[in-house]
Nanobody
């Protein structure tokens, strides 16, 4: 299973970006999909998650500004980021909990990360 993240970039404060992450491989099912971020000198932190039933959860710092969504037909998860702040600057990683074909177990996979820089 491989994850390909895209959509990062440089944006001014107050701007928006849409991050996407597409999974490929012998996928049977995807349970939780999520986005995490890691700023320089800081630990990786949870940004948002969405379950297979569509239940979402957000870090307090992004509530009301970010929206996570998923497209199970395309094995993708997206993160719409609005009203971006300089403190949102980080490398954003997608994480998918996947069951591959022929397996009964779940495995967490990480994307390669996409840089989001918020600066004037």
């Amino acid at each position: 299973v491989q994850l390909q993240a895209s959509g990062g970039g440089l944006v001014q404060p107050g701007g928006s970006l849409r991050l996407s992450c597409a999974a490929s491989g012998t996928i049977s099912a995807i349970n939780v999909m999520g986005w995490y971020r890691q700023a320089p000198g800081k630990q990786r932190e949870l940004v948002a998650t969405i379950t297979s039933g569509g239940v979402t959860d957000y870090a307090d710092a992004v509530k009301g500004r970010f929206t996570i969504s998923r497209d199970d037909a395309k094995n993708t998860v997206s993160l719409q980021t609005n009203m971006l702040k300089p403190e949102d600057t980080a490398v954003y990683y997608c994480n998918l909990r996947v069951r591959t074909r022929g397996s009964w177990s779940w495995t967490n996979y990480w994307g390669q990360g996409t840089q989001v820089t918020v600066s004037s």
